[in-house]
């Protein structure tokens, strides 16, 4: 499930940079963006727990962790556009960022098929 998200990101992401000027077709996209991305934190989650056992410090920490990434980007969303940066620049962030995303969990499930242990 994680995978197909990641893909459904990177496609709407770079559809949205790609229709910029489109206000339907990003619109869309960001619907599609949204859905993908809802289940993202859960569905990491629980691959993680295949991988690392998962105390309780830890899944606080990653709890901590997402809980302050989804204040501070909104934050730095709104500075941005408040300075003047143009949207293109935003969708060219927002595509780079999931297409990178979605290519980092490609290394990690190599390389924990690679391993095949769990991380203590």
Not at 25 to 44: A, D, E, K, Q
Not at 60 to 65: E, I, P, Q, R
Not at 93 to 108: E, H, K, M, W
Request: with cysteine; glycine share 8%.
């Amino acid at each position: 499930m994680l995978i197909v998200n990641m893909v459904f990101a990177a496609i709407s992401s770079t559809l949205m940079w790609i229709f910029t000027g489109n206000v339907t077709m990003v619109w869309v996209c960001t619907i599609i963006f949204g859905l993908s991305m809802g289940s993202t934190y859960p569905s990491t989650l629980n691959m993680l727990e295949k991988y690392v056992n998962l105390s309780g410090k830890i899944t606080s920490v990653l709890v901590v962790g997402g809980a302050i990434g989804e204040m501070l980007v909104p934050m730095l969303l709104a500075i941005l556009l408040q300075s003047g940066v143009s949207w293109s620049i935003l969708m060219t962030v927002l595509s780079l960022d999931s297409i990178i995303n979605l290519a980092l969990l490609g290394v990690f499930i190599y390389v924990s098929k690679q391993t095949g242990n769990k991380w203590h």
